[in-house]
């Protein structure tokens, strides 16, 4: 009994943190004031936004492509891939300076990843977005911006121009071959 009295009470707490009591962070404004909930696209522009914040804030500038962005039913990933090659002996320093925008700009760290080959970071913002950063094959860095579930729509391509060559139609990107006198220095 004392068993089934823990799983009714946890069930309460996670449909009164789901239910969307007091102010949703998802809600937008339309024409004529009316509030609608945020749909696809404009979750996409927001993922977009928060992108485009934490690359301007790594200094040196980092060159970064746009990656697929996928869709599901109710949910958007954009994603970025970064062509500054960051060597082995950066990474760790990569990683605490964006963890550390991510802690000043208000997110949530939800989880880290040491491992010396692959590490990772990962956040979440007050309205629900998932923001990633983590480095893949060959050092690559990978910027991925997931929105939580909200109203299906259309999404466009992004809008937001590369600052390097774009690669439209190439799938998938190349290896990073961006040379850096900071981020790449100790790489072969």
Known sequence: MKRMFQIVAVVLALGFSLSGCGN?????TGAGGKKGAMDMQGAADRSE????????AIEPEVQWAHGPTTT?????TRRRTVMTIVSAGRREEFLDRVEKFWRE?????KGINNDKEFPAVYAQTKAGFGISLSFRGEGQAFFEADSPCVKESKVADPT????????EGVYPLPRPDVRSDYWSAGAP
């Open 24 to 28: 949703d962070p998802l809600q937008t």
């Open 49 to 56: 936004d928060m992108l485009d914040a934490v690359l301007k």
């Open 72 to 76: 599901g039913s109710c949910d958007v």
């Open 105 to 109: 700009s208000d997110y949530r760290i």
């Open 160 to 167: 937001s121009e590369p600052n390097g060559p774009s690669y």
